[in-house]
T-cell receptor, first 115, second 114 residues
């Protein structure tokens, strides 16, 4: 079945450590996204990528980094510079912007807790 | 700029009662509008979408929404709530220009009382 796979589902990190969250899709979608979700704040866009080897910052990119070396993969690194990294992280994908009605397909999320 | 406002962060209904979740949008161009549902510790799933065809949109699980341009609203309804409807619901708007074009509301948590 086509879909988006995020791993790990739960992750614990000590302060000062970088962690990388994996996101893989087999929907043949061109665009991929990372959102952060905090209680009562909805979803906030961290980074997005429309094509391989290209990505743009979203609204809250500070303290995060991404790469897009393959169409199927869009990993997110939460660096030690991110001041409040404990959150639920959602990866999503969509068709290329020109044919995009705005519909996103989401993974099941990764919950990061900083100890 | 596009934005959505969801009125009520928490809504409680009795099982079998009408579900009404409110969403008002702001958009400088004719929008595409979406409702997504999120169950605990899961990703978001599309319930329904409005893309400038019929103003009354039917979605999955018996939900529907009506696009009202004069009221800039896209409220979500279901005639009879079921226990399995308990979840968080997000309204979103797209201006159809570019990949970074989906703006989410802050969500409404629906509780269904047996």
């Amino acid at each position: 079945d086509g879909g988006i796979t995020q791993s790990p589902k739960y992750l614990f990190r000590k302060e000062g450590q970088n962690v990388t969250l994996s996101c893989e899709q087999n929907l043949n979608h061109d665009a991929m996204y990372w959102y952060r979700q905090d209680p009562g704040q909805g979803l906030r866009l961290i980074y997005y990528s429309q094509i391989v080897n290209d990505f743009q910052k979203g609204d809250i990119a500070e303290g995060y980094s991404v790469s897009r070396e393959k169409k199927e993969s869009f990993p997110l690194t939460v660096t030690s510079a991110q001041k409040n990294p404990t959150a639920f992280y959602l990866c999503a994908s969509s068709k290329l912007a020109g044919a995009n009605t705005g519909e996103l397909f989401f993974g099941e999320g990764s919950r990061l807790t900083v100890l | 700029a596009q934005s959505v406002t969801q009125l009520g962060s928490h809504v409680s209904v009795s099982e079998g009662a009408l579900v009404l979740l409110r969403c008002n949008y702001s958009s400088s161009v004719p929008p595409y509008l979406f409702w997504y549902v999120q169950y605990p510790n899961q990703g978001l799933q599309l319930l329904l979408k409005y893309t400038s065809a019929a103003t009354l949109v039917k979605g999955i699980n018996g939900f529907e929404a009506e696009f009202k341009k004069s009221e800039t609203s896209f409220h979500l309804t279901k005639p009879s709530a079921h226990m399995s409807d308990a979840a968080e619901y997000f309204c979103a708007v797209s201006d159809k220009t570019g990949a970074n074009n989906l703006f989410f509301g802050t969500g409404t948590r629906l509780t269904v009382i047996p």
